[in-house]
C-alpha cells in the first residue's frame, strides 16, 4: 500500500518571501529522498500558465471586474487539483504550492470584498475536497511586505498588476490570514517573516516537523 503523499502551501502578502522560503523547504525535503513537485498558482498547467498571464501582466486585465478574478483563479486551480495535485498525490508524492484557494479568500473575499460564502462555494468546487494538510503564512508588516514587492525586479519588465496594489489592499491581505489563522489553527500555521531569510526558515522547519513527526531533524 503506497503512504499518502503530503500537500503543503505557502501562504501570505506579496514580497514576504514565500519564493525563498519554498526553495529553502524544497531542498531540505528533497536532500532526505522525498519526491516533491512546486506548483504556483495561478498557473501549473497549460490551462493555467495562460490565466496566470491574464491575471497578472495582460494590460486587458487591468480592468477585470473581481467577480472574473474570481472565476479566473478558480479555473487555473481546478485544472492544478486534477491534473497535478491528486494524481502526485495518489502516488504518494509531496506537493508544494505557491498559494492556493486562501489565497482566493483573502484576496477576493477579504480584501475585494466579495461575499464570503460566494467565495467559499467557488473554492470547494475547484479543490474538489482536496484541502491542504498544513498552510504557511509568511507574515510580515504590510508595508514593508509591498516595499519588497515593488523593489523586486520584473521579468522582460512586465507590470504585476497584484504587485501594485495599494497598502489598505495590503493591510486587509494580511489581516484576512490572521484570521485565518485563528479560525484554523490546526492546518493554518503564521510564520513570522520579519526577520533573516535564514530565521524565517527555522520557523518553518520547526512547524514542519511538529506536522509531520518523521521529517529530519
Not at 5 to 34: M, N, P, V, Y
Not at 161 to 173: A, M, P, S
Request: aromatic share 6%; proline share 6%.
Amino acid at each position: 500500500m503506497i503512504a499518502p503523499g503530503r500537500f503543503l502551501t505557502f501562504e501570505g502578502c506579496e514580497g514576504c518571501g514565500k519564493s525563498t522560503q519554498i526553495g529553502f523547504t524544497l531542498d531540505w525535503l528533497r536532500s532526505a529522498k522525498f519526491i516533491v513537485h512546486e506548483v504556483r498558482e495561478p498557473g501549473g498547467t497549460p490551462v493555467g500558465e495562460s490565466i496566470r498571464q491574464l491575471l497578472k501582466h495582460d494590460p486587458v486585465g487591468h480592468s477585470m471586474k473581481p467577480e472574473t478574478e474570481l472565476l479566473l483563479f478558480a479555473a487555473s486551480r481546478a485544472e492544478l487539483v486534477r491534473q497535478v495535485i491528486h494524481p502526485a498525490l495518489a502516488r504518494g508524492e509531496w506537493i508544494i504550492a505557491d498559494r492556493f484557494h486562501d489565497s482566493t479568500t483573502v484576496f477576493q473575499g477579504n480584501a475585494r470584498g466579495l461575499p464570503m460564502q460566494e467565495v467559499t462555494f467557488i473554492n470547494r468546487l475547484a479543490i474538489a475536497g482536496r484541502e491542504p494538510d498544513l498552510t504557511l503564512v509568511l507574515d510580515l508588516d504590510p508595508a514593508e511586505a509591498r516595499s519588497r514587492a515593488l523593489r523586486r525586479p520584473r521579468p522582460t519588465g512586465q507590470k504585476d498588476r497584484l504587485e501594485d496594489l495599494d497598502l489598505g489592499f495590503y493591510q486587509k491581505v494580511a489581516d484576512g490570514y490572521r484570521s485565518l489563522a485563528q479560525r484554523e489553527p490546526q492546518r493554518v500555521k503564521l510564520i513570522n517573516a520579519s526577520g533573516s531569510r535564514e530565521e524565517s526558515f527555522a520557523r518553518i522547519q520547526e512547524e514542519l516537523r511538529r506536522a509531520f513527526p518523521t521529517l529530519p531533524r
